[in-house]
């Protein structure tokens, strides 16, 4: 009924989103990695193989000490890899004297460029059952856990599309990407995407009663933010967490974005055949507050109800030698240091237009090429 819907307002459906030319204008079922009706990560799909070699060695980071051998490949993710490099003497001058840390390679650009995908969380009434907590019964848990099928095998997001506000021209990249959540909201699903409960149990719970009492949820992301965020030390013990932030929405245009976005999703919403089943809850979440037009209600709207996609990139990126933000270059090498390498989703100079998941699969198996090369 999406996809019926989307195409009455320009977009096209394709099978295969990741094909050429097809992203921008498009709208498609989601493709996920599963097997069996589970999520297939990539310890599933590699450290499972690999305990199995004579030459892999696991050891726990539990009280260990290590020495290395030929080259450390730092592989912590764009938090830690930027909080570990950072402890190690290793970035802006300035930060690591601020925590008397000795300076090893004064690399400005470690822990900044911080980007993530912001999405706004649209709710909508319908009197069609979706999945729910009701959904957690002995007899699905067993579909699930036994034969792989069964409505707890849903990766939620069941489908998407993707456009460039300004145009839908094939040879654009788009900057938002939808997803849309055939799910019923309660109150720890909100507490789980970081809502305080009063939330849920203030502009939702009251109104989703009797036969309006499922939901489906619009996603809206910004894919390609200006607005960027940092990591910084709160102290030079490990133990203690980084400064985490990402600066969302510091930027006029991406808050721009994000309204035209939203306006998008509603006008999608009451085109046939989602009108007849759909009722935006967009008013009853925004409260009683006083807006003077609708651009200033979704802007409300979008500061209280957007969350992060957990895509964080860029805090260790790649770059030219003579870049002075770069800290790895194109050989996932990190600048200045000798046998060290950062190989995850921190060292993207920029976010990709989707799904952060495979192109760091890709990253590290470009950096296992490059290392089995050299030795």
């Avoid at 094939?170 to 055939?182: A, E, G, L, N, S």
């Amino acid at each position: 009924m999406l996809i019926e819907a989307c195409e009455k307002n320009g977009f096209r459906e394709t099978k295969d989103y990741n094909a050429e030319e097809s992203l921008n204008g498009c709208v498609s079922m989601s493709q996920i990695s599963t097997k069996g009706g589970k999520r297939w990560s990539t310890a599933s799909g590699y450290l499972l193989q690999a305990v199995k070699r004579e030459n892999f060695d696991f050891s726990s980071l539990d009280k260990e000490e290590f020495i290395k051998g030929k080259e450390v490949v730092l592989s912590a993710g764009t938090v830690g890899s930027a909080q570990i490099l950072l402890l190690s003497g290793i970035g802006p001058r300035v930060e690591l004297e601020k925590h008397q840390i000795p300076v090893i390679a004064d690399l400005p650009g470690v822990g900044k460029n911080l980007q993530d995908h912001l999405m706004t969380v649209l709710v909508y009434q319908t009197r069609i059952p979706t999945l729910s907590v009701h959904d957690l019964t002995p007899e699905n848990l067993q579909k699930w856990a036994i034969q792989g099928k069964g409505p707890l095998t849903s990766c939620v997001l069941e489908s998407q599309w993707w456009c460039q506000l300004d145009g839908n021209d094939k040879t654009q990249v788009p900057d938002i990407q939808m997803h849309f959540v055939p799910v019923t909201v309660d109150a720890e699903l909100f507490k789980n995407v970081n809502f305080k409960p009063e939330v849920f149990e203030q502009y939702l719970k009251p109104h989703l009663i009797d036969e309006s009492k499922w939901t489906v949820i619009c996603l809206p992301t910004i894919l390609h933010p200006k607005s960027k965020g940092e990591i910084t030390l709160a102290s030079r013990d490990p133990l203690i967490h980084p400064i985490i932030n990402p600066n969302y929405l510091e930027d006029k245009q991406d808050v721009r974005k994000l309204i035209e976005a939203c306006k998008l999703v509603e006008k999608i919403s009451k085109s046939e055949p989602l009108n007849s089943i759909l009722n935006s809850m967009a008013k009853e979440m925004n409260g009683d507050e006083a807006i003077e037009n609708e651009d200033q209600f979704w802007e409300s709207f979008i500061r209280k109800y957007s969350v992060t996609v957990y895509h964080p990139v860029g805090t260790c990126k790649m770059g030219k030698e003579e870049d002075p933000m770069a800290v790895v270059t194109s050989d996932t090498r990190v600048k200045g240091v000798r046998g060290l390498r950062v190989v995850d989703a921190s060292i993207m100079p920029s976010l990709v237009s989707g799904n952060t998941n495979i192109p760091t699969v890709a990253i590290a198996e470009r950096a296992a090429d490059l290392i089995k090369n050299t030795y």
